[in-house]
């Protein structure tokens, strides 16, 4: 597992890479492990994003939306462009597999108030 950079996340995150497309694919997928409160920045991708929760509770939030609680088994459809950030929730671990398409255009940190919905 690598260390998600703090560039991209706040708080503790783990990345471990499952598979990326060969060229000229912008392809990736990969296990995303987040602490109690870790989360992203926010972030777009060109293409899209697919987030699949495989344990724990988490939040996802687009830009100008509500924040919405996730949990395992639940599927979660980014469209290409979309400006939006996942983490776990603030008493839970929260992995999900990730599976990116396209370019990631990383944006401002997620501030405490918009990770509780108040900002």
Do not use: C, K
């Not at 497309?21 to 972030?43: I, K, N, Y």
């Not at 290409?80 to 396209?102: D, K």
């Amino acid at each position: 597992a690598n260390r998600g950079p703090q560039d991209w996340f706040t708080g503790e995150v783990w990345i471990n890479p499952v598979a990326s497309g060969d060229q000229p694919s912008r392809l990736s997928l990969g296990s995303v492990h987040f602490t109690p409160g870790a989360r992203t920045a926010w972030h777009t991708h060109s293409i899209g994003q697919t987030l699949y929760v495989t344990e724990g509770e988490g939040l996802v939030q687009a830009r100008g939306e509500a924040v919405i609680s996730i949990r395992p088994g639940d599927v979660v459809n980014v469209a290409g462009g979309e400006w939006h950030w996942h983490g776990a929730a603030p008493r839970h671990l929260m992995t999900h597999l990730a599976l990116s398409l396209g370019d990631t255009e990383w944006g401002d940190h997620v501030t405490d108030a918009e990770y509780t919905g108040e900002g």
